[in-house]
T-cell receptor, first 120, second 113 residues
């Protein structure tokens, strides 16, 4: 089946530094990808929609200058947490719709394994 | 607006017990409904889905039926195993719209041997 990968799987950084997280669709193309944030024992919170070739669409309350998203190609989206602070520590997950896969259905999404960020 | 409400956990059961995790939704139109599962240390995986009223999704012994009249999509399994221990998320997606998925808060399931 379709696979979405994320890199790195975990990262520890100092406060004030920037961290880039990659999301790749390995065997299908994704014009749209989604970035979520998951707090411990809580649900996924949609942060933004990454659009290939255009600007990302951010959910209400998400700082676009803080969380920079670039959808460089049909298989890669990146999330950069700029000037990270301890409150940015979280589990970040990306997903991509199964667009074009008729047997699965467009509304089905494939999720990456997540990236755990710890800001000291 | 669109939302998903599922029973709070954790739910603890003995192996071979019957499982029900309740899920109700609020949505305009006719959304697609999903159950995703997150095993410890892993990413979310689609467990099953249903795209229209009265559809039954099933996978790995789990079932859920799309009930429009009660706006529900309860997850059931007749005999759970220790390996079913995970967090289960009910979710909906608005067909032919923006592909966004709206998740419930998740229900943690512990199965005791």
């Amino acid at each position: 089946g379709a696979v979405v990968s994320q890199h790195p799987s975990w990262v520890i950084c100092k406060s004030g530094t920037s961290v880039k997280i990659e999301c790749r669709s390995l065997d299908f193309q994704a014009t749209t990808m989604f970035w979520y944030r998951q707090f411990p024992k809580q649900s996924l919170m949609l942060m933004a929609t990454s659009n290939e070739g255009s600007k990302a669409t951010y959910e209400q309350g998400v700082e676009k200058d803080k969380f920079l998203i670039n959808h460089a190609s049909l298989t890669l989206s990146t999330l950069t947490v700029t000037s990270a602070h301890p409150e940015d520590s979280s589990f970040y997950i990306c997903s991509a719709p199964a667009a074009g896969q008729r047997s699965v259905g467009r509304e089905t999404q494939y999720f990456g394994p997540g990236t755990r960020l710890l800001v000291l | 607006g669109n939302s998903v409400t599922q029973m709070e956990g954790p739910v603890t059961l003995s192996e071979e017990a019957f499982l029900t995790i309740n899920c109700t939704y609020t949505a305009t139109g006719y959304p697609s409904l999903f159950w995703y599962v997150q095993y410890p240390g892993e990413g979310l995986q689609l467990l099953l889905k249903a795209t229209k009223a009265d559809d039954k999704g099933s996978n790995k012994g789990f079932e859920a039926t799309y009930r429009k009249e009660t706006t529900s999509f309860h997850l059931e399994k007749g005999s759970v195993q220790v390996s079913d221990s995970a967090v289960y998320f009910c979710a909906l997606s608005r067909k032919n719209r923006d592909d966004k998925i709206i998740f419930g808060k998740g229900t943690r399931l512990h199965i005791l041997p």
